[in-house]
Structure formats: structure tokens, C-alpha cells
């Protein structure tokens, strides 16, 4: 599409994307022209093989990585027309993020790793502590709070990692192979844990997998090839916006 969406139930919108790394004849120009439209309350998968540029515009939805050309559009507003700390703060407040590798910081437990986001956007203590916990507590790991992160296994990990990326409530989730390195039962466990948090937050997510059971999960699956997305799949209704 070539014109701005104005149905109110869109949340996030790219208009004629474009990503190059390098200059001159050894320029990769990962896509050019992309567009995508992100409705409140879906589930996306995006998959395509490696070094398609999945991760790219991952990081590119999220504002962690600029595009080239072109617009990402958040209710709106074109969120790379504003300078780094108007940026970062829009990103800790509206985005959240898993990824493959958790990223948790391995000298705090449970407990500090997820109430970290709200330390940094200024919440007093006791708030994100409670936020935290509560968190915790609804995905399973009430037990777990005073752990330090090398005394969990993978699935717990990737839990608090999940439960970090929801402590501010964001308007859009974004999860970078978030069952990579898992094995199959504790995967199809987060899984079925993402559905349900979509489901009863109505959260956005957008999910970068090569997982084809976590992707015929999702309302819709794009595959990202030579540049372009196509949609492989649209059978589940998306629920009206939140």
C-alpha cells in the first residue's frame, strides 16, 4: 500500500522502508520499499531464510536500528524523525523485547532483571518491585524471585526475559527467535504462554521465528524474501483493537 493507514485499529505502519549497509558496489541492500501494517492485537510471524533481514527489521520496528529511507510510523507519527533520547524513552515505555539470548544481567535475580525497565523509566522501587513480582507470579516463577539468573534454567530465563519485556505494559511486543534455544517441550510451553498473553492483554507481537508450529500459531505469517514481504498465511481472525 502506498498511502497512510487511517483505520484507528492500526498500531504500527512502515512506508517505503528501505535498509543498505555499506556504500558503493559492495553495498546489501536487505529490502527496499517494504510495507507492513500492524493492527492492534495481532499476532505476526515473520520467517524467511538466514540473513534474509528478519532481525533488521525487527530491530528497525523496535527504533533499535535506523532504516535508510523510508517512514515507521507509531499512531502516526514517524518515531525516527525525533532525536536519540526522545527515542530511547519511546522505546522503554511502548516496546517490548525478547530475544534469542535473553540478555538478563547475571549479578541480580529474578526479581531485578525485571524490574530493571521501570528503575530506568523512573518508577519508585517499591512499584516495579510489586509490578515485577506480580509478573513473575502469573508466569509461574512466584518461587523464583530471589534467584540469581545462572540458577534457572533455560525456560525459567526466557520467562523473566518475557516478564522484563511486559513490566511497562508496551504497546507492541517484539521476540527475536525466542524459543531458539530451547528444547522442544519447554519451547512449545513459552509458546503457548505468548498466545495467551495476546490473547488476555490483547498485545501486538511480532515474532521472528524458523519455529513452524510457533508460527501457524499466529494470525498471520509474512515471509520476508529478496527484499519483500508476503503473506503465507492469513486463517485466524484478529481480534478488534483493545
Known amino acids: 500500500m502506498n498511502n497512510e493507514a487511517k483505520c484507528s485499529s492500526v498500531e504500527v505502519q ?3 522502508l528501505s535498509k543498505t549497509f555499506g556504500s558503493g558496489p559492495n553495498s546489501i ?7 507492513l501494517v500492524i493492527r492492534s492485537g495481532e499476532r505476526i510471524a515473520i520467517v524467511g531464510a538466514s540473513g534474509a533481514g528478519k532481525s533488521t527489521l525487527l530491530n528497525i520496528l523496535g527504533t533499535l536500528e535506523r532504516p535508510t529511507g523510508g517512514r515507521v510510523l507509531y499512531g502516526g507519527q514517524d518515531v525516527f524523525l525525533w532525536g536519540e533520547r526522545e527515542l530511547a524513552n519511546f522505546r522503554n515505555k511502548t516496546i517490548g523485547f525478547v530475544f534469542q539470548f535473553h540478555y538478563l544481567l547475571p549479578e541480580f535475580n529474578a526479581l531485578e532483571n525485571v524490574m530493571m ?3 530506568i523509566a523512573g518508577l519508585p522501587r517499591a512499584q516495579a518491585a ?17 534467584h540469581r539468573i545462572g540458577e534457572l534454567s533455560g525456560g525459567e530465563q526466557q520467562r523473566v ?10 504497546r507492541l511486543f517484539l521476540a527475536d527467535e525466542p524459543s531458539g534455544n530451547l528444547d522442544g517441550r519447554t519451547g512449545r510451553k513459552l509458546h503457548e504462554l505468548l ?6 492483554l490483547g498485545l501486538t507481537m511480532v515474532i521472528v521465528t ?3 508450529e510457533l508460527a501457524s500459531m499466529m494470525h498471520r505469517v509474512l515471509v520476508l524474501k529478496d527484499g519483500h514481504l508476503r503473506e503465507e498465511r492469513f486463517s485466524k481472525e484478529v481480534p478488534p483493537p483493545v
Do not use: C
Not at 29 to 35: P, Q, S, T, Y
Not at 130 to 146: C, F, H, N, P, V
Open 195 to 200: 498466545v495467551s498473553l495476546n490473547e488476555e
Open 130 to 146: 510489586s509490578q515485577a513480582s506480580e509478573l513473575l507470579d502469573r508466569l509461574g516463577l512466584s518461587a523464583r524471585l530471589k
Open 161 to 170: 526475559s518475557v516478564a522484563r519485556a511486559l513490566l511497562l505494559r508496551p
Open 117 to 119: 525497565p521501570g528503575l
Open 29 to 35: 541492500e536487505l529490502f527496499d520499499n517494504l510495507e
Open 14 to 16: 512502515t512506508i517505503g
Open 210 to 212: 524458523h519455529n513452524r
